[in-house]
């Protein structure tokens, strides 16, 4: 058997230049396994490296950093939390795709989330249904009746309120088999079992569009510049002002003091929010059809908007973090905020291009 890597802690932030060369000769060479990978991949980044530096000296593409970096993260977790040795064994050896569909989880329910997992032979996209179904679930205050808080029955109580949904007699039969499959508890077999004598069907709420905006033009894009003051001014009213350096893409700047600031375009809906923020995501935190690369993305949220309606997505606390969530029907949980727009970065040909305007006219 392979033996588990350690669940220590990451190698030291400050890693000094012969021991980023060592990590980095390491994974160049395909040393160690995936988990110690992502490791290493992560004192790196911690290091001061950034993705595509790691990419040319060690092959790893950014993506898979981003999968490996993630999936470790996951695994770390499961021995904390009561995850089998041979559920470990298991993904040690092979995994990371699985683990980090896992990733939007607390580490409790990874730990039982892999488990499940493994137990089932579940593959990768299958994960991502498992991973939504138990976060799902997890916002009931009152467990549904028949089901119990095992991450079986999280997925049974998904697959049987798609069940009863449906009004194709094939797919509706595929759906039971699969609730049986996952179902935990002798309860919530019965309640998947009668669907087979109960044809009643439930009609399905359409999820709401997501609000998504692409920065298309510069003119949307705008520089932001440091203030100095109204005059009269001296030199060292000049000198005080810190360097601004633009974080892309959405061109953040950031102080010295605590507070990050990004600009937006005046979108009409921006300007009538009362009292917008701004997250930093990634785009796979959203149900995106077709989705064939992940990017950053700004999620602006109304704090002043706490009301549920069936038309909106809205942040609310799951596991002591921060999560967004479409909800069919009122929940039992705070609202945090509405989801108001979410921005999508500027896509960009050949950003030197771009630079030299005699190049465009041309």
Known sequence: MTDLPPNAQNPEENATNDEAQELLRKLRQKQGNWVEWGMAIASLLKTGYNPQEIFEATGFEPIQQNQVVVGSQVYNSLEKFGASPATRSHYAIRGSDILYELRLLTQEERASAAELIFVQKVDADEAREVAKAIKEFSYFRLLPEGFSAHPGDAVAYQVWKRARQNT????????????????????ARTKIEQLLTDFTTIPQRPAPILPFYRLESEEQLPRIVP??????????????????????PFRMVKFSGEQTWVSLPGWQVLLAAEDPVVIIANSDRFPIQNQSRIEPVVVVIDRAQREWDISNYFVVENGGELDFQWFETEPEIPLLGQIIIIVRPKKILDEELTKDSWQIDE
């Open 168 to 187: 194709d007699l094939q797919q509706r039969s595929r759906l039971i088999a699969k609730g049986l499959r996952f179902a935990h508890t002798p309860e």
């Open 227 to 248: 203030v100095v003051g109204e005059l009269p001014l001296s030199r060292q009213d000049l000198q005080a002002v810190p360097i601004v350096t633009e974080i892309e």
